[in-house]
């Protein structure tokens, strides 16, 4: 018989290993993850998650948030939408943005950052399918032209507002979006 803390741990590497590039399986991970944690099915906590801060359920939190984010990320890179029409690619960018904001909202690495007058970056620049996403970006707004950029950016960042911190929105999110579709160099670095 395999103790109780085990099965959660194997549930837990196996959502922590669904963070890797290109697992398409994120949101399928979180989906379990968060029914586990609505029906009080994780396993008690050891000795070191009695003393995780706000609680024990922290972790699993803050995987599920992270899941979301991989998820939303992944339907940006391979998600079908029409060629030609950058409005197509409005709502899968502003579900992934809407994701990395509560992941972000979550840690508070992009507040305390902008407290000590220094933006913290959102964009996964270290991913491996970043600089497609902002290549297939680049081409639905006309090669990253400025007026096209900030149309398609613009409002997202609008709407995005109304729920997160507006500064984090334009200096976290909108701001190092712009900047890497408006120079192709930035998403390879």
């Keep these: 018989m395999v103790p109780c803390g085990w099965v959660e741990a194997e549930v837990l590497a196996d959502c922590r290993m669904a963070l890797g590039p290109a697992d398409r399986a994120a949101g399928d991970r979180a989906n379990r993850l968060e029914r586990k944690m609505q ?18 359920l922290q972790v699993a939190r ?17 998600g079908n939408a ?14 992934w943005l809407d994701a990395a904001l509560a992941w ?6 992009s507040a305390y950052w902008l407290k000590l007058g ?13 600089p497609e996403v902002i290549s297939r970006l680049r081409k639905e707004t006309g090669g990253g032209s400025p007026p096209a950029v900030d149309a398609l950016l613009d409002p997202i960042g609008l709407r995005l507002s109304r729920t997160f911190d507006s500064r984090v929105v334009a200096q976290c999110a909108i701001g190092p979006l712009k900047r890497a579709l408006l120079d192709p160099g930035r998403a390879a670095r």
């Design 39 to 56: 029906k009080g099915r994780l396993a008690a906590s050891g000795v070191f998650g009695r003393r995780l801060f706000p609680d024990a």
């Design 118 to 130: 220094t933006a913290w970056d959102l964009l996964p620049s270290w991913d491996p399918g970043f």
């Design 104 to 109: 972000d909202r979550q840690h508070g690495w």
């Design 82 to 95: 029409p060629s030609g029409h950058p409005q197509a690619l409005a709502g899968l960018l502003e579900a």
């Design 62 to 78: 803050d995987l599920v948030r992270q899941l979301r984010e991989r998820e939303a990320f992944e339907a940006l890179r391979t």
